[in-house]
């Protein structure tokens, strides 16, 4: 069964970095978008950004750019997402998922019905 597994969620003081992965097992990400999006208790689940594995495009939400950065690692089945600059407001569980490229739209790449394989998630909490 394909499987998507995050890690690299921690506690961080306000300024600080963290750098989450996704490893894929049991497919390759050759032909997929891949997305994180975020949750934050009682808000509703949001993009954060995504990678399409065909042209290495990447896409972000307003309130990261500039301080987050998407990539993937071929060998290793891997997405990353650097997060510098990290703020309280940045506190969330975060999830990636896939997108299979020839249903994905990527003028939609925000929108979470595109996406259909998704990990468990990763908490991520920016705290003094």
């Known amino acids: 069964q394909v499987q998507l597994v995050e890690s690299g969620g921690a506690l961080v003081q306000p300024g600080g970095s963290l750098r989450l992965s996704c490893a894929a097992s049991r497919f390759t990400l050759d032909d997929f978008a891949i997305g994180w999006f975020r949750q934050a208790p009682g808000k509703e689940r949001e993009a954060v950004s995504c990678?399409?594995?065909?042209?290495?495009?990447?896409r972000y939400a307003e309130s990261v750019k500039g301080r987050f950065t998407i990539s993937r690692d071929k060998p290793t089945n891997t997405v990353y997402l650097q997060m510098n600059s990290l703020k309280p407001e940045d506190t969330a569980v975060y999830y990636c998922?896939?997108?299979?490229?020839?249903?994905?739209?990527?003028?939609?790449?925000?929108?979470?019905?595109?996406?259909?394989?998704w990990g468990q998630g990763t908490q991520v909490t920016v705290s003094s």
């Open positions: 990678i399409d594995s065909s042209d290495g495009v990447t």
């Open positions: 998922a896939t997108a299979r490229l020839y249903l994905w739209v990527p003028g939609e790449w925000d929108l979470a019905g595109w996406y259909d394989v």
